[in-house]
């Protein structure tokens, strides 16, 4: 078979024309495989001058959408950050940080969490754990190994927990809510704790409102909140009208516009500073909490600056105060409950 140049007719050979026709699309011989090559690169030289050409020309125009240059450097730097490569290391990184601030909040409060359940149980007798762990189908004695020196053989003894051994194991199996609704039932004393648990409850939720509050930039709800959170009456009341009187006598060092029992609409708060509404409980027991219920949903219409519900010497139980917590939360997010 005869190979030649498709543009002089020269023969080739077969090596030369596979070459040619793979690099050039058509056979040529070694002369014109150089010119179409030099051709090839002079072309591609040129397409890069397009480019870049147009590449500034699109960059001046953007540029000159800006007035400053303080604005063209904003701009460039939005460009360059909405990279796909930056986009995905700023999203890792934030979900990276995120997983990690979870992990030390949950471990933080698994260690608090124990640290109450054994404060608790520490103050019941043997015989009320001994009962806490038929309630709970929980073993309230321990196996051992023996060695029968008469026979050689080895046998399985039970043998009743120390009362310190009895808090470690239901420290470990029971949840909190468990042993706090024991401790009400047994009649054990556990204000103290309660009271500490709410606190660190508010505490939290106060730090939730607190960068709600920054990013809508109303700081008084939060100042509010702070003083309320410091105030502790001088002795517990049987009547809601002391707990009101010295509550508004305190506020009143730091807002003078305190006020108290201002009427708007059908509503008369017991509270209101700036435009906010307190309203107080105490002491507070089952029938009061159903009656906050209905003054959220027409306080909030009269006081939209904020509702702020202080509960003072709560007795009720702790599963019952839970529940009617959760469902103020679920259905009025923005109600701060506070007990004190």
Same mark, same amino acid.
């Given at each position: 078979?005869?190979?030649?140049?498709?543009?002089?007719?020269?023969?080739?050979?077969?090596?030369?024309?596979?070459?040619?026709?793979?690099?050039?699309?058509?056979?040529?011989?070694?002369?014109?495989?150089?010119?179409?090559?030099?051709?090839?690169?002079?072309?591609?030289?040129? @397409?890069?001058? *397009?480019?870049? +050409? =147009?590449? %500034?020309?699109? &960059?001046? #125009?953007? /540029?000159?959408?800006?007035?400053?240059?303080?604005?063209?450097?904003?701009?460039?730097?939005?460009?360059?950050?909405?990279?796909?490569?930056?986009?995905?290391?700023?999203?890792?990184?934030?979900?990276?940080?995120?997983?990690?601030?979870?992990?030390?909040?949950?471990?933080?409060?698994?260690?608090?969490?124990?640290?109450?359940?054994?404060?608790?149980?520490?103050?019941?007798?043997?015989?009320?754990?001994?009962?806490?762990?038929?309630?709970?189908?929980?073993?309230?004695?321990?196996?051992?190994?023996?060695?029968?020196?008469?026979?050689?053989?080895?046998?399985?003894?039970?043998?009743?927990?120390?009362?310190?051994?009895?808090?470690?194991?239901?420290?470990?199996?029971?949840?909190?809510?468990?042993?706090?609704?024991?401790?009400?039932?047994?009649?054990?004393?556990?204000?103290?704790?309660?009271? @500490?648990?709410? *606190?660190?409850? +508010? =505490?939290? %939720?106060?730090? &939730?409102? #607190?960068? /709600?509050?920054?990013?809508?930039?109303?700081?008084?709800?939060?100042?509010?909140?702070?003083?309320?959170?410091?105030?502790?009456?001088?002795?517990?009341?049987?009547?809601?009208?002391?707990?009101?009187?010295?509550?508004?006598?305190?506020?009143?060092?730091?807002?003078?516009?305190?006020?108290?029992?201002?009427?708007?609409?059908?509503?008369?708060?017991?509270?209101?500073?700036?435009?906010?509404?307190?309203?107080?409980?105490?002491?507070?027991?089952?029938?009061?909490?159903?009656?906050?219920?209905?003054?959220?949903?027409?306080?909030?219409?009269?006081?939209?600056?904020?509702?702020?519900?202080?509960?003072?010497?709560?007795?009720?139980?702790?599963?019952?105060?839970?529940?009617?917590?959760?469902?103020?939360?679920?259905?009025?997010?923005?109600?701060?409950?506070?007990?004190?």
């Amino acid at each position: 078979m005869r190979y030649y140049c498709n543009i002089c007719k020269r023969d080739i050979t077969k090596a030369e024309f596979l070459y040619s026709v793979k690099h050039f699309d058509r056979p040529l011989c070694r002369d014109h495989q150089e010119l179409e090559r030099r051709n090839q690169e002079e072309i591609t030289k040129i @397409e890069k001058v *397009k480019t870049q +050409i =147009e590449n %500034e020309s699109s &960059e001046l #125009e953007f /540029k000159n959408n800006f007035q400053s240059e303080e604005e063209i450097k904003e701009a460039d730097s939005e460009r360059d950050w909405k990279s796909t490569g930056k986009i995905i290391a700023k999203k890792l990184g934030r979900t990276i940080l995120k997983g990690a601030k979870k992990a030390v909040r949950y471990s933080k409060k698994v260690v608090q969490t124990r640290k109450w359940k054994g404060k608790i149980l520490s103050r019941m007798t043997k015989n009320q754990l001994k009962k806490l762990c038929f309630e709970n189908k929980i073993s309230p004695t321990k196996e051992i190994t023996k060695d029968g020196e008469e026979f050689g053989e080895f046998y399985i003894e039970e043998k009743d927990l120390t009362k310190s051994e009895l808090v470690s194991k239901l420290k470990n199996r029971l949840k909190l809510g468990t042993i706090i609704s024991f401790a009400e039932r047994s009649n054990i004393s556990i204000k103290d704790v309660l009271q @500490e648990i709410e *606190k660190k409850r +508010i =505490e939290r %939720e106060l730090k &939730e409102m #607190e960068d /709600k509050l920054k990013r809508d930039g109303n700081n008084l709800l939060l100042k509010l909140t702070k003083e309320i959170i410091k105030f502790q009456p001088p002795r517990e009341y049987k009547k809601e009208l002391y707990y009101q009187d010295t509550l508004a006598s305190v506020l009143r060092i730091k807002f003078p516009n305190t006020a108290i029992e201002i009427t708007r609409g059908s509503t008369r708060p017991d509270i209101v500073v700036n435009g906010v509404a307190i309203e107080i409980k105490g002491p507070t027991y089952h029938r009061d909490l159903k009656t906050i219920a209905d003054k959220c949903l027409r306080y909030t219409q009269n006081f939209p600056q904020g509702l702020i519900c202080v509960l003072f010497n709560v007795n009720i139980t702790n599963q019952l105060y839970k529940e009617w917590c959760r469902g103020m939360k679920k259905n009025f997010p923005d109600v701060l409950i506070l007990r004190k």
